[in-house]
């Protein structure tokens, strides 16, 4: 059965880090994109990373650049996203997806399987 379950959302103070997981399952994560996307209160849905394959592509929003890092471990069919020197802009109900295309950012249509959805708050 096809499966993504996010872990690790929660608060945190600015300049802070949390890192999220993506377990996936059912589907061969070789040839996919597992896209990382975040909504906050408000706003539309916005692609932040992906990573597709063993990391032959890489993919980030440029508001993340340099702050968030896109890893997988191919042991556990598990993609990460590090998030450091979070700011309050980052919050939001960040979501994991499975997809065929990692763009510079991650597009939304290209995915077609998304995840429930962790909370990520950055407030002093």
């Known amino acids: 059965q096809l499966q993504l379950v996010e872990s690790g959302g929660g608060f945190v103070q600015p300049g802070g880090s949390l890192r999220l997981s993506c377990a996936a399952s059912?589907?061969?994560?070789?040839?996919?994109?597992i896209g990382w996307f975040r909504q906050a209160p408000g706003k539309e849905r916005e692609g932040v990373a992906c990573?597709?394959?063993?990391?032959?592509?890489?993919g980030y929003s440029e508001s993340v650049k340099g702050r968030f890092t896109v890893s997988r471990d191919n042991t556990e069919n598990t993609v990460y996203l590090q998030m450091n020197s979070l700011i309050p802009e980052d919050t939001a109900v960040y979501f994991c997806?499975?997809?065929?295309?990692?763009?510079?950012?991650?597009?939304?249509?290209?995915?077609?399987?998304w995840g429930q959805g962790t909370q990520v708050s950055v407030s002093s």
């Open positions: 059912g589907f061969n994560l070789d040839y996919y994109s």
């Open positions: 990573f597709r394959g063993r990391g032959g592509i890489i």
């Open positions: 997806a499975r997809g065929t295309l990692c763009t510079d950012p991650p597009i939304e249509g290209a995915y077609d399987y």
